[in-house]
């Protein structure tokens, strides 16, 4: 589903993208492409093409929804956070993956404690966070920390992830790049209730409900999926 929000019907076509025990960065057709740890992926509408983080390989690639080739897009497949174009751009640990209506896409990068943006030419910057700076801190782009954020999703005009060592929920205003709380007050736990005192331990997974504008946390840590309300209570 799209920025794990509302399903999206594909077409009916059954068909496998990789080799199976074969770890590798090919591009190519389906039955050629090699993956190297798949960790998570959206349907890009604009380009009909799912959108797919490689933990591993340390890059995302395009993969054609009709054709299942599959494009590396951005990131060498060198551990190390650089901006750039394409392959010439440098990606750590790429998670948690979300695409905006103009095909803009967002990666979550948990070894280096940003998220980066990713534009339809395959430009790669960093959006929120301090490159291999772990921490907590509320601020304006490259001025924010992070520590381990994994997964995200776009609800609005903003981009809420679960900021996993951390134990919190925060969200970034795309327009201004600003970094601030959701849920948590950094205590692990599984306490429901309001927002500052609701607690996680260990969020991975997030999707957004475009409709009530709930999102859904899958609470690792807890071995729970958590609702958090408009109101941002648990």
Do not use: W
């Amino acid at each position: 589903t799209p920025n794990g929000g509302n399903p999206t019907t594909l077409p009916a076509l059954a068909f496998t993208v990789g080799q199976s025990t074969v770890t590798g960065q090919v591009s190519g057709t389906r039955d050629v492409a090699l993956l190297n740890g798949p960790y998570h992926f959206v349907l890009d509408a604009t380009t009909d093409e799912l959108v797919l983080a490689h933990f591993a390989g340390h890059h995302v690639s395009r993969i054609g929804v009709l054709s299942g080739r599959n494009n590396q897009f951005a990131g060498s497949g060198t551990p190390a956070v650089n901006g750039g174009i394409g392959l010439a751009a440098d990606m750590n640990g790429p998670t948690g993956v979300a695409v905006d209506a103009a095909g803009l896409a967002y990666v979550a990068q948990y070894t280096s404690h940003v998220i980066i943006s990713i534009t339809s030419g395959a430009t790669v910057a960093t959006f929120a966070g301090k490159a291999g700076t772990l921490g907590y801190h509320e601020d304006t782009g490259i001025a924010a920390e992070l520590k381990g954020p994994v997964g995200l999703c776009i609800l609005g005009t903003d981009i809420y992830f679960s900021d996993n060592t951390n134990a919190r929920v925060r969200k970034i205003a795309i327009g201004t790049q600003l970094t601030t709380l959701v849920n948590g007050d950094g205590v692990t736990g599984n306490n429901d209730g309001p927002a500052l005192r609701a607690r996680f331990t260990g969020p991975i997974g997030i999707v957004a409900d475009s409709g009530s504008g709930a999102l859904y946390v899958a609470d690792s840590g807890s071995d729970v999926i958590r609702k958090i309300l408009p109101d941002h209570s648990v």
